[in-house]
């Protein structure tokens, strides 16, 4: 069983920059593929970006402006997001999977408005 908790989510203008952070607790966080989704009001959750075994995986939609990593001592994984634009805002939800194992976080609201 894995736990995560997400923070870092907020109010910020179009051009700012936040960072996400993920705890991850209850288990071996290391094997696990770390994900960032995000969910806008009346769309699907969509993926943003992975990391695993040093490797990343972007959308699209957030290449160049976003960036995932991971502190496997701490058991954290971070979404640094740059040059926000209003079309981010969603709630940004962090994933955890190792094979059949799926966790998701209870997500943290972005809203990019000036």
């Known amino acids: 069983q894995v736990q995560l908790v997400e923070s870092g989510g907020g109010l910020v203008q179009p051009g700012g920059s936040l960072r996400l952070s993920c705890a991850a607790s209850g288990s071996i966080f290391s094997i696990y593929v770390m994900g960032w989704y995000r969910q806008a009001p009346g769309k699907q959750r969509e993926l943003l970006a992975a990391i695993s075994d040093g490797k990343t995986n972007y959308a699209d939609s957030v290449k160049g402006r976003f960036t995932i990593s991971r502190d496997n001592a701490k058991n954290t994984v971070y979404l640094q997001m740059n040059s926000l634009k209003p079309e981010d805002t969603a709630v940004y939800y962090c994933?955890?999977?190792?094979?059949?194992?799926?966790?998701w976080g209870q997500g943290t609201q972005v809203t990019v408005s000036s």
């Open positions: 994933n955890a999977r190792f094979r059949q194992l799926d966790y």
